[in-house]
């Protein structure tokens, strides 16, 4: 069995617990449903998400809601705005456009089979409509939506009150007054994916040579889209301080899409402030670059996640799980992968960066300490199966809630 | 001799909807909810294991802690789950602590407290011992919501300052084991590690027999 791969990694008592939750939902009809098969977080865990919960008996399955440009352009707006208030307002066009894509996506995903049904983010949710008797939806938000655009939530309120339950990565994410039960399950990771999978040592050296980094000196890595709120400026001044004192070399890695303007711009920022300093690696890498960025995190000696506002940031527990210590931003869900002093250091500044970057490198072996402690911290709460669990304790709880005192 | 019924308890998390930005609204809220709420702050750090910076026990504590109450956190943090067997008694002393503070319960905290209950689904394993050896195998086969409902969940719901394992010991007269069982430190380790544990402690039993 799939699930059983992964006893590797928990052991297989763990799996016995999994397969004993996912007894009573032998026979379920699950589906879940979101925007995009290919990249970004859903879609990376859905793709082994529902081969495991199938493997556990459950009749899961994956749909993916058409549209055009016109109606992502919507939907990216409407993400925005629920994420904060903006200068941007939802259009009576905008909602026009997200109902017709919607109003075609009804006759495209029938939801009618199901007992289950997850809609992930804002893009499919008004899929609820066709919501029958009997069903239980749930919906999965992975943004923070606690103070949004007023306008925008009134919009999305009426389909968030039709469903069962609002699943968020963190209780600081939720929306004051919302009346449905909202749960809060953290994302993870899979470790048996191309980002996280054990290398070669010869594959991660002749990675660092690629690039022209030096597999002997110590590394500072951020992996991070080009973009202000990673704050790359801050990660470059705080190098700078550590420089003074250590021998060692900074990488930021990451990418920007090609539509993505402003991802541009910061890149040939951070281009121009890195050209005036030594020993610092601006990498753009193409979005599949898995194995390159797991090398660069296998090599690296401190890892650094120095954004100003956050999401939940799974790429600190990529590191955590290489057992690297992190240096990240007091922020968001960063703030509940990293324990203070036992797997890394929260920062809320370019100095206390730098100061906990040196402090390190300096200290190998509470560094190695660290490392250990940081990838037993994601064995036990950040692994695919921990949030597989979850789910299935959800579903549980919802088939069975009519008959729950409250 | 009895048999030992390996089960296990899963949950998930719930936000109440209860926030508090003061003292007071916290004690108003704590008064009233869930136990199982009282469950999720108090005994998931030890599941988790340094879920929370290692400076305070809990997140009540750690909550104080972030906005000042660094007396109160230390006062919240010595609250040990293992030494109760009533979440309604955790309630009671928590509630006692922060109503002889002394402190001005109307301040506005900067950051605030977010009520959570665990919803919590008990489960069998069908993995039962009669004897040692069939207990160590069990052992070997449980996971770590398993070995912490035993040796943790099982004081509240039997009543009794004494984890599961200890009590089947006792009542089949493995008195000294009982007691070696009682003495592992659950803060100190991981469960994986507990769990090694424990196993390398009925096993040396088993073969010194």
Redesign the interface.
């Given at each position: 069995m799939l699930i059983e791969q992964y006893a590797t990694y928990?052991?297989?008592?763990?799996?016995?617990?999994?397969k004993?939750?996912a007894e009573p939902l032998k026979g379920l009809k699950v589906l879940h449903v979101n925007s995009t098969r290919l990249g970004g977080g859903v879609s990376e865990i859905l793709y082994r998400l529902i081969p495991l919960m199938r493997d556990l008996g459950i009749d899961a399955e994956w749909q993916v809601i058409k549209g055009d440009e016109e109606f992502f352009k919507v939907t990216k707006k409407i993400h925005n705005l629920l994420h904060m208030p903006g200068h941007d307002k939802l259009t009576s066009e905008d909602i026009i456009t997200y109902m017709r894509t919607t109003h075609a996506n009804l006759s495209y995903i029938d939801t009618s089979p199901y007992d289950i049904v997850f809609i992930h983010d804002p893009q499919p949710m008004g899929l609820i409509v066709n919501k029958r008797q009997g069903q239980k939806w749930i919906w999965r938000c992975h943004i923070d939506i606690s103070t949004p655009d007023e306008e925008t939530w009134k919009f999305i309120e009426m389909f968030v009150n039709a469903y069962d339950a609002i699943v968020?990565h963190i209780?600081?994410f939720?929306k004051?007054?919302?009346k449905i039960?909202?749960?809060?399950?953290a994302p993870s990771i899979d470790p048996f994916h191309d980002k996280n999978v054990e290398l070669d040592r010869n594959f991660i050296t002749s990675t660092l040579e690629k690039f022209g980094i030096d597999p002997k000196r110590p590394i500072v890595l951020q992996v991070s889209r080009f973009d202000r709120l990673k704050d790359p400026f801050g990660v470059l001044q705080a190098f700078k301080m550590v420089k003074r004192a250590c021998d060692c070399q900074l990488v930021l890695a990451g990418g920007y899409a090609s539509d993505d303007p402003e991802g541009e711009e910061v890149y040939n920022e951070v281009m121009e402030e890195a050209s005036k300093m030594k020993d610092v690696f601006v990498l753009n890498l193409p979005p599949d670059s898995h194995y390159e960025i797991n090398a660069l995190q296998r090599a690296a000696t401190v890892v650094v996640q120095k954004s100003i506002r956050e999401g939940f940031g799974l790429v600190v527990t990529e590191a955590m799980w290489k057992e690297k210590p992190v240096v990240g931003g007091n922020v968001g869900g960063i703030r509940r992968q990293i324990?203070?002093?036992?797997?890394g250091y929260l920062v809320n500044s370019i100095e206390g960066t730098a100061y906990r970057i040196r402090q390190l490198l300096i200290n190998s072996e509470m560094a190695k300490v660290m490392g250990r402690?940081a990838k037993?911290?994601v064995?036990?709460?950040f692994l695919i199966t921990r949030q597989l669990?979850?789910y299935l304790?959800?579903i549980?709880?919802l088939i069975n809630s009519d008959h729950i005192q409250r | 001799m009895g048999e030992f019924r390996f089960k296990?308890e899963?949950?998930?998390?719930?936000?109440t909807?209860i926030?508090a930005n003061t003292i007071h609204a916290f004690l108003k809220a704590l008064r009233h909810v869930h136990e199982d709420v009282i469950y999720y702050h108090l005994y998931r750090n030890i599941f988790?294991?340094?879920?929370?910076?290692?400076d305070y026990a809990n997140s009540f504590a750690y909550w104080m802690a972030e906005n000042g109450y660094y007396v109160l956190a230390e006062k919240l943090s010595v609250i040990d789950p293992l030494q109760y067997t009533s979440l309604e008694d955790i309630r009671h002393d928590i509630i006692r602590i922060l109503e002889d503070s002394g402190e001005d319960l109307d301040v506005l905290c900067s950051k605030p407290f977010?009520f959570?209950r665990a919803?919590r689904?008990a489960?069998?394993?069908?993995i039962v011992a009669k004897d040692l050896e069939s207990f160590v195998n069990g052992l070997?086969?449980?996971?770590?919501?398993?070995l912490f409902y035993h040796l943790v969940t099982a004081r509240l719901k039997l009543g009794k300052p004494i984890n599961d394992f200890s009590l089947w010991f006792e009542s089949i007269g493995e008195i000294e084991l009982a007691r070696e069982i009682e003495k592992v430190n659950l803060w100190a380790h991981?469960?994986?590690e507990v769990?090694g544990q424990l196993i390398s402690i009925v096993e040396r039993k088993l073969y010194a027999h």
């Open positions: 928990i052991g297989e008592g763990n799996i016995e617990e999994i004993a939750v968020f209780a600081e939720a004051e007054g919302v039960p909202k749960f809060i399950i324990v203070n002093g036992f797997t402690n037993e911290r064995r036990h709460t669990k979850d304790v959800l549980n709880y | 296990s899963v949950w998930t998390s719930e936000y909807g926030k988790e294991f340094h879920y929370l910076p290692l977010y959570i919803v689904m489960v069998d394993l069908n070997k086969k449980i996971g770590w919501h398993s991981t469960l994986r769990k």
